[in-house]
């Protein structure tokens, strides 16, 4: 494929001529009505054939689950059935104003009164608001919620307690609330322990934040002690459910002694998610917070859905409207056809997923916590980074071998971190390419060494700074010898 700009393109097509004087050139300078050109642009006029090539080539450089095995630990780069975004694009939902009245909006109320009840079933919650717009987002919400609760019993509550398998967005949500961060170590089974969390509450804890399975994958079968310790101190528990895959219909947060949880609508329920967005980060409350959910919550009485604002103790709004709907809809289609029975299995089959993965592979590359994993499996590349290749090296290599990275260097803990998340729909056939890529990977460490260090090759840039590339993208056009 070649590299050039489509701004390069249309130097190359116009000094060519191919289509002769009258040209099927689209300049489109030429097409625009004089008063939309208030300066000059400096668009590309180029053929059709050249505009579709173009951006259809560009399209094939990026790497998504529609081309390629995407098996992102934590994120949940899933299955995103092509029907949802059917019914998201249904024209009775994408003409509706936010600004219409109550009466005009009743079917997207119902959509979403229905999908705060699903995930009220889900997750054991007695309330849900589908504000938020991210799990970050949600997070934040779930803590304004637990500070204005503290703040209005009238006791002092200075901390929240995170372990130190935590995503990062859970210190940096207790932090903008404005508590203090007690970590809490995880013990030798990557567990949290329990000794060091009694020592860490005390009457000033207002929280733990937690995620069940954590960080590592794993289940933490002491839940309900840690929700009694952290209980009987006066605070409460906040479930970080971005990612509930292996919880779907086996057991609730409500079961574990949770009273307040987000899940990321557009992780497990099915939104592609790439760069950034949208998402939908509902959050569920029990009893303790009930009224304390942003307005407007969407309510019915008798055969009417309405807006209400009437919550007593409610922290306010906390986004224009009423969150990210297209995201909802794809939420609702997609538990709508799985049904009760269907959520299980996706449960099932991201567990047996996981757990086929690590059982294959380590024997090659190490587990710090053998143990059933839930839905994600993480591995330790230091023997690996003994012979010369680093988890980096190992995750670049994969590009070549057609399958995108999984997340690495987290969660924290874990050296040389690998962390695998397959999805509940990848097939064997899939699973199994994977396992023996990492195979080969493993020994070319050894036979070919280069081949490792210099991955990826297939790519248009090999290693780019990422930091660089991040805090300032070069996207100018920049007139070139063309
Ligand atoms: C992704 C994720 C978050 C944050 O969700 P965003 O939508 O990216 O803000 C929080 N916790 C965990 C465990 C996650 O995987």
Partial sequence: MDRKLIFEKQSLCKASNYFGPDAALQDVAAVL????????????SVGEFDAVRHYSNLANLSFSVDKNFY??????????????????????????????????????????????????????????TLQPASGAHGEFTGMLMVKKYHDLSGKKKTKVIVPDSAHGTNPATAAMCGYRIVVVPSGADGLVDIDKLRQAVDSETAAIMLTNPNTLGLFEERILEIANIVHAAGGLLYYDGANFNALLGVTT???????????????????????????????????????????????KAGSRYYFDNNLNNTIGKMRAFYGNFGVLVRAYTYLSRLGREGCLRVSQNAVLNANY???????VYEVPFDKICMHETVFSCVKQKERGACAMDIAKCLIDHGIHPPTVYFPLIVKEAMMVEPTETE?????????????????LIDTDPEEVHNAPRTTPISRPDEVLAARSPDIRWKKSGV
Avoid: W
């Avoid at 995930?119 to 054991?124: A, F, H, Q, S």
């Fill in 357 to 363: 993965i690590k059982e294959k592979l380590k024997s």
């Fill in 71 to 128: 098996p992102l630990g934590s994120c949940t780069m899933k299955y995103n059935p092509k029907i949802n975004e059917d019914m998201a694009a249904l024209e009775g939902f994408i003409g509706l104003h936010p600004y219409q009245n109550e009466a005009d909006l009743q079917g997207a109320m119902e959509l979403m009164f229905n999908l705060q009840e699903l995930l009220c079933k889900i997750t054991g919650m007695s309330r849900f």
């Fill in 427 to 443: 097939s064997k056939e899939t699973l199994d390419n994977f396992i023996a890529v990492m195979q080969t990977i493993d020994k």
């Fill in 33 to 44: 009505p004089a008063a939309v050109l208030r300066e000059e642009l400096n668009l590309p």
């Fill in 253 to 299: 947060p409500a079961a574990m002694g949770f009273d307040v949880v987000h899940l990321n609508l557009h992780k497990t329920f099915a939104t592609p998610h790439g760069c950034g967005g949208p998402g939908a980060g509902a959050v569920g409350v029990g009893k303790a917070l009930y009224d304390f959910l942003p307005v407007p919550a969407v309510n």
